[in-house]
């Protein structure tokens, strides 16, 4: 691991991190947990979700002074005017309770009895910074688009993911292996934009 580059996530979550170690640890980098280094969470404030992705990243490099990668990310539900959108993660008003954040969107669309009422999409955008003051920051922004179920299914991820209903696939986010799932997520279709980056932008 010595030749390892650092990358410090700008989260607290141990799955994300799961995630981007799979995705980015074949590129020689290993991702590191922001609390590590006992940096607090950023205030996400930013209207989009590459606003907030780039807010969580300066702030985490900062405080740091390594690289640092963020992302936003959350689902929009069409019907209901893409929200929860960036306040997926706090929909239920208590920041990350999946399951009050999974009650309220079911709650909110049970008036909806068809499939095809209850189209979704998945958001991810990320954003790497180099250090603290990079002027040019890596972004990628990718989509996943699905249905909302009706009852949770599943045990595999978090968030929306025992809810999220994958287009063509018949399964929940939740019951796809996680090798699968790193290959056709929002969050993996992102890191792999991000990496193309960082091939012709390789960090210092």
Not at 11 to 26: H, T
Request: hydrophobic share 40%; proline share 5%.
């Amino acid at each position: 691991m010595a030749d390892k580059k650092i990358i410090v996530l700008a989260s607290s979550n141990a799955g994300k991190a799961r995630e981007f170690n799979e995705l980015l640890g074949p590129l020689g980098f290993e991702i590191h947990l922001q609390k590590e280094y006992d940096v607090a969470d950023a205030e996400e404030n930013g209207r989009s979700f590459l606003e907030n992705a780039l807010i969580k990243a300066r702030h985490t490099a900062v405080e740091t002074g390594l690289p640092a990668i963020a992302d936003d990310s959350g689902i929009c539900v069409d019907v209901l005017g893409g929200r929860p959108g960036v306040m997926s993660a706090r929909y239920s008003g208590v920041h990350g309770d999946d399951e009050a954040n999974n009650d309220k969107l079911l709650a909110q669309l049970a008036p909806y009895k068809q499939l095809e009422q209850r189209s979704a999409h998945y958001v991810c955008a990320l954003a790497l910074v180099r250090g603290p003051d990079d002027p040019l920051p890596l972004t990628a922004v990718e989509v996943w688009e699905g249905h909302i179920g009706f009852k949770p299914l599943g045990t595999g991820g978090f968030g929306y993911d025992p809810l999220f209903l994958v287009q063509g696939r018949g399964l929940t986010a939740a019951q796809l292996p996680e090798k699968v799932k790193n290959l056709i997520s929002h969050r993996a279709r992102a890191a792999m934009k991000l990496c193309a980056l960082l091939e012709r932008s390789p960090l210092v």
